[in-house]
């Protein structure tokens, strides 16, 4: 062999040394301990803020500066240990109780540890042979959740995603080749009227992302009015599909929400299952941020009727606190599990062994080649079971009445709704906006947000309610308690009276 290739495989060869990795992981899990501990104790930024043309700018400078695999052991470690010091330094950090933004989970350490494992050792799923047992644990898992659903294990089908968006996608399609016969081989065109979606008034974006993926159009997503607790109204919905029909539109699907994002409505699931079953139309929901009231004793009423839908998804890197990306797609008939795609992939799918089908993920799923997304699920569900998420959802869920009820009870804060999840949207009204107009009030809501996350002592968002700005926080972290909640309080205030001022 020539002595390039020698040397070259050399050098690749350190990059794979298992005493590297040793030297490696013992020295990351060390750094990641005291990481945890800072942040659950509050010590140190939550988001420590820097421009964005900053930390791009150090990016690239580490990315070119390179060591190579000449270097010694002795200076690969420091290199390591200086990217991953940088990558915790500048990264947000989700497990600081102070913590209450986007609806992404603060995931447990162990599922990571969990999730780490299928990535180092690259258990990749699209047919069986290539992830075994990251092909058994979806399996499982997939059981397991559609049960607490409330489904007949064997009745049922369901994969892991990454992400609801893509999940959404899957279902949609799902229901697009159902209620479209031969779609999938001649497209939508050959309806004599365009098909429509009905959703939610305060429907995720990813669905109208779908319709327009699906060919469907944007155009034919049409909204239906919510109820006073923003809820989708049934009388609505039924008066919509009855418009639909008497005009011969073919209705792909109803997209119900449990929750929504705005401000985590739940829809009311029986009585729109019923309506859907009435005129022979696919029910979805997204049920991404609370499907996982399901396992809560305390909230599983908010999802009554789950069970009832043809097709749902639900984020595990929600409120099953594992990390991104994890997302479930649940379908209620098996019949319709080779639904979604019609295609044949000879060099992967073994005809010797058609029973495999069954077990290959690819069939089923948009993405061919998928990394193992449920390993941390079906890892901290096998060591603490039900009780610990619905331990979680109680507690979060719980939080977020807390936050209302101090919300209620200060002069200078209004609610905007009454929570039924860990979702609550509100305003600082300090004495000088009590007469101000919407426009002042609802710029006066966005700049304190910003004012309040580049100090870097709590992490909050921002929305529109009804066409004014709001804050909004989710209560995503199980150890925020009532007392992180007041300082929060303080913080708005502060900041505040400085921006007024």
């Given amino acids: 062999m020539h002595p390039m290739i020698h040397a070259a495989r050399d050098r690749i060869r350190v990059a794979y040394d298992p005493d590297l990795v040793r030297t490696f992981g013992h020295y990351m899990i060390d750094q990641l301990g005291e990481y945890f501990r800072q942040a659950e104790q509050c010590a140190g930024p939550v988001l420590p803020w820097i421009e964005p043309q900053t930390n791009v700018r150090d990016a690239a400078a580490l990315l070119h500066t390179p060591l190579g695999g000449d270097a010694s052991p002795g200076v690969l470690r420091d290199r390591f240990a200086e990217l991953v010091e940088q990558s915790l330094?500048?990264?947000?950090?989700?497990?600081?109780?102070?913590?209450?933004?986007?609806?992404?989970?603060?995931?447990?350490?162990?599922?990571g540890l969990f999730d780490a494992l299928t990535a180092i050792t690259n258990q990749a799923m699209a047919i069986y042979e290539m992830g075994p047992w990251a092909t058994a644990a979806e399996c499982a898992l997939?059981?397991?959740?559609?049960?607490?659903?409330?489904?007949?294990?064997?009745?049922?089908?369901?994969?892991?995603?990454?992400?609801?968006?893509?999940?959404?996608?899957?279902?949609?399609?799902?229901?697009?080749?159902?209620?479209?016969?031969?779609?999938?081989?001649?497209?939508?065109?050959?309806?004599?009227?365009?098909?429509?979606?009905?959703?939610?008034g305060d429907a995720h974006y990813s669905v109208t992302r779908a319709a327009g993926v699906l060919g469907l159009g944007t155009r034919q997503v049409l909204r239906v009015g919510l109820d006073e607790q923003r809820r989708m109204d049934p009388a609505r919905l039924a008066d919509r599909l009855g418009q639909l029909r008497r005009a011969g539109r073919p209705v792909i699907a109803v997209v119900a929400c449990a929750c929504s994002t705005p401000i985590g409505a739940f829809d009311p699931l029986p009585e729109?299952?019923?309506?859907?079953?009435?005129?022979?139309?696919?029910?979805?929901?997204?049920?991404?941020?609370g499907g996982s009231a399901c396992l809560s004793t305390q909230y599983g009423h908010l999802v009554r009727g789950l069970d009832l839908a043809d097709s749902l998804?639900?984020?595990?890197?929600?409120?099953?606190?594992?990390?991104?990306?994890?997302?479930?797609?649940?379908?209620r008939d098996r019949a319709h599990r080779f639904e979604t795609f019609r295609q044949d992939a000879p060099y992967l799918f073994d005809p010797t062994a058609p029973g495999l089908a069954e077990y290959d993920s690819g069939m089923r799923n948009l993405e061919c080649t998928k990394r193992a997304a449920a390993f941390g699920l079906w890892g901290l569900?096998?060591?603490?079971?039900?009780?610990l998420f619905a331990d979680m959802v109680d507690v979060t869920f719980s939080m977020g009445r807390v936050l209302y009820e101090k919300l209620v009870e200060a002069d200078d804060f209004v609610p905007l709704h009454q929570p039924q999840c860990n979702i609550v949207v509100f305003r600082h009204m300090p004495g000088a906006l009590r007469d101000a107009p919407p426009d002042r009030v609802g710029q006066f809501q966005l700049e304190l947000r910003r004012r309040l996350v580049e100090s870097s002592e709590f992490y909050?968002?921002?929305?529109?309610?009804?066409?004014?700005?709001?804050?909004?926080?989710?209560?995503?972290?199980?150890?925020?308690?009532?007392?992180?909640?007041?300082?929060?309080?303080?913080?708005?205030?502060?900041?505040?009276?400085?921006?007024?001022?």
Avoid at 146 to 152: A, D, H, N, P, R
Avoid at 176 to 190: T, Y
Avoid at 381 to 387: A, D, K, V
Wanted: proline residues 5%; contains cysteine; glycine residues 8%.
């Fill in 272 to 289: 729109i299952a019923d309506i859907c079953q009435r005129f022979h139309v696919w029910l979805h929901v997204d049920a991404a941020h």
């Fill in 313 to 331: 998804i639900w984020d595990a890197h929600k409120m099953l606190f594992v990390p991104a990306l994890c997302a479930f797609v649940f379908l």
């Fill in 381 to 387: 569900w096998s060591m603490f079971g039900r009780s």
């Fill in 460 to 501: 909050i968002v921002s929305t529109k309610l009804n066409g004014v700005g709001a804050l909004r926080t989710t209560v995503m972290n199980p150890l925020t308690t009532a007392d992180h909640l007041d300082q929060l309080l303080d913080a708005l205030r502060r900041h505040g009276k400085q921006l007024l001022a």
């Fill in 142 to 200: 997939v059981d397991q959740l559609g049960t607490q659903i409330g489904w007949t294990p064997g009745d049922f089908s369901g994969l892991a995603t990454h992400g609801g968006s893509l999940a959404n996608l899957t279902a949609l399609l799902t229901a697009r080749n159902v209620a479209v016969d031969g779609c999938w081989e001649a497209g939508v065109g050959q309806t004599t009227q365009p098909p429509v979606i009905l959703v939610h």
């Fill in 89 to 111: 330094d500048r990264s947000h950090r989700l497990h600081d109780p102070r913590y209450i933004g986007h609806q992404v989970a603060v995931p447990s350490p162990i599922a």
